[in-house]
């Protein structure tokens, strides 16, 4: 499956984006979904992560009750709605998917990988 992110750019403090990730070449259903991010000089870490159905999302402290991650099978995209963003939020964001198993936070675990969208906020 190919994976393409969109909907990065540069915001203020306290503003939202919503990210995309439209996937192509594979039966989309069948994959878990996750969002991972980058900062300069800092390891790839997870964000968020979605099931098959979208019945079922994880997410990483630092962005929980701030981020929504949802998607939509009929169309092959997965979201990450990003609200009330910080400076630290700065990122370059990520999309995977992983075939087998569960939502998972490690980023090893996903086969599937997007080119990246970047994220920067300005305080």
């Known amino acids: 499956v190919q994976l393409q992110a969109s909907g990065g750019g540069l915001v203020q403090a306290g503003a939202s984006l919503r990210l995309s990730c439209a996937a192509s070449?594979?039966?989309?259903?069948?994959?878990?979904m996750g969002w991972f991010r980058q900062a300069r000089g800092k390891e790839r870490e997870f964000v968020a992560g979605i099931s098959r159905s979208g019945d079922s999302t994880d997410y990483t402290d630092s962005v929980a009750g701030r981020f929504t991650i949802s998607r939509d099978n009929a169309k092959n995209t997965v979201y990450l709605q990003m609200n009330s963003l910080k400076p630290e939020d700065t990122a370059v964001y990520y999309c995977a998917a992983r075939l087998f198993g569960g939502i998972q936070s490690q980023q090893w675990s996903y086969r599937y990988w997007g080119q990246g969208t970047l994220v920067t906020v300005s305080s």
């Open positions: 070449g594979g039966t989309f259903s069948t994959y878990v």
